[in-house]
């Protein structure tokens, strides 16, 4: 996350925002209350709910990061599209809110496994019956991290902080299995990275 003008301001999101609204446009056209957890810049938050008024998108963060999400918030308003909540996963469990869409995007990888962990049974403790659960960011498969870039992107995330690295689709997929969640979809996604679609049942 670098700093634009007088914002904090990510290259990566304004890459992807558009694959990743490909996917998620049909998927939320009956959805009302949508949870991301992890907004970072607050950069998805505000082109997803100015394209999707017929539902409220509700940010979250690390206090940290909540100056930042609320700038894009002040600079670009739209009235569907809520102030971040203070929301910790190694700490916190998630406001029961009746979300019906949970979105997560590059965050599995940056926050502690414990946390992942925690992300995931609350997920599943608080999306509505039939809601989705949307996973976006790079994954190894049966240990396999592929291509070459992102296992370099892996080993710089370990030696940045040895909590970080690219997480195990399959440990992620018995985890929401055993929140209730079973796997609609895994999409992949530019620049080596997947979208990963689940629905609580
Ligand atoms: C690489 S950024 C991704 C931000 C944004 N979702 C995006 O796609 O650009 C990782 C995000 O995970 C958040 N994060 C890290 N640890 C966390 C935790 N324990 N609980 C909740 N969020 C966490 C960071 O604050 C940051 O916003």
Not at 70 to 83: F, G, I, T, V, Y
Request: charged share 15%.
């Amino acid at each position: 996350m670098s700093r634009h003008t007088d914002k904090p301001f990510s290259q990566a999101c304004e890459n992807n925002r558009g694959p990743i609204f490909s996917v998620l446009e049909p998927l939320l056209k009956d959805k009302s209350l949508v949870l991301e957890i992890g907004s970072g810049t607050g950069q998805h938050a505000v082109w997803f709910a100015k394209q999707l008024p017929h539902l409220v998108w509700q940010t979250s963060d690390l206090p940290q990061n909540h100056s930042g999400i609320l700038q894009w918030l002040e600079a670009d308003p739209s009235p569907n599209l809520r102030e971040p909540i203070a929301l910790d996963m190694l700490a916190n469990s998630l406001p029961e809110a009746g979300y019906d869409c949970i979105y997560s995007a590059n965050t599995a990888h940056i926050m502690p496994w414990e946390a992942v962990v925690n992300m995931l049974a609350e997920v599943g403790a608080q999306l509505l019956s039939n809601g989705l659960f949307c996973l976006y960011g790079p994954m190894s498969y049966s240990g396999v991290i592929a291509p070459a870039s992102n296992i370099q992107f892996d080993q710089n995330l370990r030696q940045q902080a040895a909590h970080m690295g690219i997480r195990e689709f399959h440990d992620i997929n018995r985890l929401t299995l055993d929140a209730g969640l079973v796997l609609l979809d895994d999409h992949a996604m530019p620049a080596n990275n997947r979208l990963l679609v689940w629905q609580k049942i």
